[in-house]
């Protein structure tokens, strides 16, 4: 294996420019010439395409080589990861070569429709599998960057603290131009977060909570800037909703975000029915992403169709809107070149790929963006929680008898069908609900590890499991409830009041 090899070897010579650059070139030789996984005739020649992709990451990391050119290679080595799954049925795993029975039989026609199994967009999750959304898959197909652990310590280091439970397991997995955001940082320069909730009832559940709980987060470490937007205005479109209703759930759910903990003097709450008629400034950005987006590609990337209000088609630049500092002259005053950071759920993403190609043609830099995966329904991870399903949601009103309930009713279990099935064989962590809320809400990492193996070897039954769980929401929603009892009326107009924030740019 030349490549494990030249890896080893490049160790060595770190210090060598001559030899690191000779060697790199013998290594993008040689990748170069592996294209992707259309040409694997065999489970085990796309196998070794995999290890020699590894590789090639490895050495462009290593080389500090063009960021452009290391998420290029980490894009087709995810790609040539989703085309080994399909081909054997298995995730790649380095080390343990496919064995010669590993070919997944050839269904017909239904092989093509592989790729539409998960719909994600704006409006609408849903998979087939019950370990939900195949997410190396929708980073292929979406064109954003994985969120490796080389990130994750690059992260670590510029903030100076240890990186939030949801960047350890992988929840917040996907970026785009993160490591720009981080650039910027160790140059002293200053950026802003930008995250929002489009408020279709008045009581919010446990799932609209993480890019919340995320965004404080970053706010808290890295010190800047925050603005939340919530977008009544596109309930009011999409929703049989009244207009003025569309505004109460705005002001209700301002208040379940405000007991999140956010700096009332770093954070600006708006509603986009209140805001958009207050700034010019921000009207003004909204028609100039309108004038550089044509029909065809909103209807290309949102799927509107003939029968859609004009309304829906030119809502994505309101959504883009607050990607641009001169969006917020209160805060930012007439500065147009700060860099925007969004954290947010990747069925939002297609509202941020439309963002990113307008910035440079009316002059703004492009918004960064941090994916999160999707918080699942009780009843399983084919689709998201649903506000609109009160037994697929624990909310965020629910009483400790209720979150009981929900779990110990609805909560999808992993487990066998008896006892003894399971303390033989054992549970399966990976479709099991109250695993998967386990990983958002639980802290200690090693005491999750001690449960996925307990309850993965049969030592801990689905019960005990959800015990654990119903045991970690109560005090937790308790809590919630107990903050959002403290946000007044005044409270709420504190925050949504456009006024200066305190940072330093």
């Known amino acids: 294996m030349l490549f494990r090899t030249c890896h080893i070897y490049l160790c060595h010579v770190f210090g060598n420019k001559l030899v690191l650059s000779y060697l790199w070139g013998s290594v993008k030789k040689m990748t170069d010439c592996q294209g992707d996984g259309e040409g694997a005739n065999s489970p ?72 539409d199994e998960d719909t994600v967009d ?3 999750v849903s998979t087939t599998s019950a370990k939900g959304v195949d997410y190396d898959k929708l980073i292929v197909r979406f064109g954003s960057s994985k969120i490796e652990k080389e990130l994750v310590d690059r992260i670590e280091k510029v903030s100076g603290q240890k990186p939030h439970r949801f960047l350890r397991r992988g929840i917040f997995f996907s970026h785009r131009d993160m490591h720009q955001v981080l650039d910027a940082c160790e ?34 470490v890295f010190d800047i800037p925050l603005v939340i937007q919530l977008t009544d205005d596109e309930k009011y479109l999409w929703k049989d909703l009244t207009i ?46 309108q004038k550089h987006v044509t029909f065809n590609q909103v209807k290309g990337i949102f799927g509107f169709t003939d029968s859609d209000c004009i ?15 001169n969006s917020f002259p209160q805060i930012f005053g007439g500065r147009k070149d700060i860099q925007c950071l969004i954290p947010c759920a990747i069925d939002q993403d297609p509202y941020f790929r439309m963002t990113r190609d307008v910035a440079p043609r009316i002059g703004y830099p492009k918004p960064a963006l941090l994916h999160s995966t999707f918080f699942p329904a009780l009843q399983g991870a084919q689709t998201k929680m649903s506000a609109s399903d009160a037994n697929s949601s624990i909310f965020l009103t629910d009483t400790p008898k209720q979150i009981k309930n929900k779990v110990n009713k609805h909560a999808f279990s992993g487990g066998k069908d008896t006892v003894e099935e399971h303390r033989k064989y054992g549970g399966n962590p990976d479709v099991d609900v109250s695993f998967m809320y386990l990983t958002f809400f639980l802290e200690d ?12 070897c049969g030592a801990l039954l689905t019960g005990e499991l959800k015990k654990i769980l119903i045991e970690t929401l109560q005090p937790m929603i308790a809590q919630h409830q107990e903050r959002r009892k403290q946000v007044t009326d005044e409270t709420v107009k504190q925050f949504m009041t456009p006024r200066p924030l305190n940072f330093k740019l």
């Open 187 to 220: 140059k002293q320069k200053s950026f802003y977060l930008y995250t929002g909730r489009g408020p279709s009832s008045e009581a919010m559940h446990v799932g609209h909570l993480i890019p919340f709980i995320f965004t404080k987060w970053l706010q808290d």
């Open 44 to 115: 085990m020649e796309l196998y070794e395409k995999l290890n020699a992709q590894g590789d090639k990451v490895r050495v462009l990391n290593t080389a500090k080589a063009e960021r452009a050119e290391i998420d290029a290679a980490v894009q087709l080595l995810l790609k040539l990861k989703v085309d080994y799954k399909q081909m054997t049925g298995q995730d790649y795993k380095a080390g343990s070569p496919p064995s010669e029975n590993s070919v997944v039989p050839d269904n017909g026609p239904a092989a093509d429709d592989a790729n």
């Open 311 to 325: 309304g829906k088609i030119s809502f994505p630049a309101i959504q883009a809107a607050p990607s641009f500092s």
């Open 122 to 124: 704006p409006w609408n």
């Open 445 to 456: 990492d090693e005491q999750l590890e001690k449960i996925r193996q307990d309850y993965s």
């Open 244 to 289: 003025e209703d569309c505004h109460h759930f705005a002001v209700e759910n301002a208040k379940d975000i405000i007991a999140c903990g956010f700096d009332v003097n770093k954070t600006f709450i708006f509603s986009d029915l209140d805001y958009m008629g207050a700034s010019p400034e921000f009207y003004r950005n909204v028609v100039k992403i």
